[in-house]
Nanobody
């Protein structure tokens, strides 16, 4: 499965962005992760095959993960963006049926898309 992210860019604090991740095939469990400069990669959001969603505490209430199975596309709607949301955002997919918030559990990764939030 190949994953291609899009939708990153520069936005002012308080603004919104919508990231997309196009998958070359059907996937069951998918997630978004991000890596800020000088920091380790961290979990942002995940959606299970059942459409149950999971969020990190830092984005809960501001970000929303969703998917369009007909288009094999994953989305991340990001509202009320903060400068600390700046980073490279990666889409990831798992081969099995178990959802996870751990990056180590994911089998496929996109190349990432840069999100920069200015203060």
């Amino acid at each position: 499965v190949q994953l291609v992210e899009s939708g990153g860019g520069l936005v002012q604090a308080g603004g919104s962005l919508r990231l997309s991740c196009a998958a070359s095939g059907r996937t069951f469990n998918m997630g978004w992760f991000r890596q800020a400069p000088g920091k380790e990669r961290e979990f942002v959001a995940a959606i299970a095959w059942s459409d149950r969603t999971y969020y990190s505490d830092s984005v809960k209430g501001r970000f929303s993960i969703s998917r369009d199975n007909a288009k094999n596309t994953l989305y991340l709607q990001m509202n009320s963006l903060k400068p600390e949301d700046t980073g490279i955002y990666y889409c990831a997919a798992k081969k099995d049926w178990l959802p996870s918030t751990s990056g180590h559990a994911y089998d496929y990764w996109g190349q990432g898309t840069l999100v920069t939030v200015s203060s």
